[in-house]
C-alpha cells in the first residue's frame, strides 16, 4: 500500500490520503493547495512538528507526482 493516495471526489476537488499512522485526509480544492485545504485526522497539523513533517511531506510528493493537481 502507498504511503500517499491520491483519489477524485468531482471536478476540481480531490483528496489526498495518508494511509500509515497517523491516518489522515486532506481535501483540496479549485487546485490550490495552500488556500483551499481541510485536514481531517491531525490533532494540531499547525503546531506539532511531526504533524507539520508529514504535512511537507505530503506537500513534496504532491509537488514530484501531481505537479498538475497543485499549480494551476
Known amino acids: 500500500m502507498k ?3 491520491i483519489k477524485s471526489t468531482d471536478r476540481d476537488k ?3 490520503i ?3 499512522v497517523p491516518k489522515f485526509t486532506c481535501r483540496f480544492e479549485d487546485k490550490k493547495f495552500y488556500f483551499h485545504r ?3 485526522g491531525l490533532s494540531n497539523p499547525q ?3 511531526k504533524e507539520v513533517q508529514l504535512l511537507q511531506r505530503m506537500e513534496k510528493w504532491l509537488n514530484e507526482h501531481h505537479k498538475d493537481k497543485i499549480n494551476e
Open 3 to 5: 504511503k500517499f493516495e
Open 38 to 40: 481541510t485536514i481531517t
Open 18 to 20: 495518508h494511509n500509515e
Open 14 to 16: 480531490w483528496l489526498v
Open 47 to 49: 503546531g506539532d512538528p
